[in-house]
């Protein structure tokens, strides 16, 4: 995670499977289901958007893989 106060406000993110700059997923108008699955631990972008906010969020960084894998034996994640 970056140092506090280097946050930005990312609207926008690279996705590299296109190349193109595509707006980032708005949890109030886009449904999680279209852009993203999960498999195991890992967050999965299906989508532009799904793959550029996965990149821009760090969704699947090793400490939230580590957490998502955890609470997933625990039976605490679905």
């Known amino acids: 995670m970056p140092p506090r106060g ?5 609207l926008t993110g690279l996705d590299r499977e296109s190349g193109r700059i595509v707006p980032l997923f708005h949890p109030r108008r ?3 289901t279209e852009h993203f699955e999960w ?3 890992r ?3 299906l989508t532009a958007i799904g793959r550029a906010t ?4 760090g969704m ?10 955890e609470l997933l034996a625990r039976g605490e994640l679905a």
């Open 6 to 10: 280097t946050w930005g406000p990312n």
């Open 30 to 32: 886009d449904r999680w």
């Open 39 to 41: 498999r195991g631990s």
């Open 43 to 45: 967050i999965e972008g």
């Open 54 to 57: 996965v990149l821009v969020l």
């Open 60 to 69: 699947n960084d090793a400490r939230r893989l580590d957490l998502r894998a």
